[in-house]
């Protein structure tokens, strides 16, 4: 059964996040209780924009961590917003438009794993909780690099497991058990969805590990924060600058 879980071949994942797009950002919030929006302002003040070169938020969803940085910005950055989800772009769309956003941020459904890009191009590449649902991981990796301006940055938000022992056993009883129930009883979606959640975190690397992995893909002055007792973690690592 955790095989089939743990199935991320595209057409799945596209299947699966479609399929739960109308209950998507209510139950986000809901059974984090809203700890998740503070996490992306958490993101944005971290890695926040430099000068007018144009950001990225790869995996975007519904566009929340796009939104996000285009208050960052103070409207004056553009800002692409990529999912390869066409359920959830549309529910960015409107949801930028009705931020008065939409004439700034940009949705264009793309691959992670085969970005309609140039090299160089964005001061910052951002992946909210999307890393993991990408297939290959690397191959997603490699693209975020390869888009990113020299100098520039990426940073990934992505769920890790608490090592608290208490709350660590606390919080995963809670993950595995109660929250599958309640996102599978609203959203009623056939691929398992919220099982699929604790699933994918458990199994994806966290910490260190997830450090070592990006520096593996050439990032440099890389560092990770922990947030809220490590439920969630936010990476940050550049793209080395160009020599002379």
């Not at 992995?213 to 080395?240: C, D, M, Q, S």
């Amino acid at each position: 059964m955790a095989t089939d879980l743990l199935d991320k071949r595209e057409d799945r994942i596209r299947r699966m996040f479609g399929e739960i797009a109308p209950w998507y950002d209510f139950l986000n919030h809901f059974l984090s209780l809203n700890v998740d929006k503070r996490w992306r302002t958490t993101t944005a003040r971290r890695v926040p924009p430099v000068g007018d070169a144009p950001i990225l938020d790869l995996c975007t969803g519904t566009g929340d961590l796009a939104l996000t940085y285009d208050r960052a910005a103070g409207g004056k950055v553009p800002i692409v917003a990529a999912d390869f989800c066409h359920e959830m772009l549309v529910r960015g769309i409107a949801k930028a438009a009705k931020a008065g956003a939409g004439g700034r941020i940009r949705f264009v459904e793309a691959d992670a794993q085969h970005l309609p890009f140039p090299d160089d191009s964005f001061q910052i590449v951002s992946n909210a909780f999307g890393l993991r649902n990408v297939t290959d991981t690397d191959a997603g990796l490699r693209e975020m690099v390869r888009v990113a301006q020299p100098g520039g940055r990426l940073a990934i938000l992505e769920f890790s497991k608490p090592r608290g022992r208490l709350f660590g056993q606390l919080y995963l009883g809670y993950f595995r058990s109660i929250l599958p129930r309640v996102g599978q009883f609203f959203s009623r979606n056939n691929q398992d969805a919220y099982k699929y959640l604790p699933a994918s975190v458990l199994s994806f690397p966290d910490g260190e590990a997830m450090a070592a992995k990006l520096r593996g893909h050439g990032l440099v002055n890389v560092t990770h924060f922990p947030l809220t007792f490590g439920i969630a973690t936010l990476y940050v690592g550049e793209k080395p600058p160009r020599a002379g």
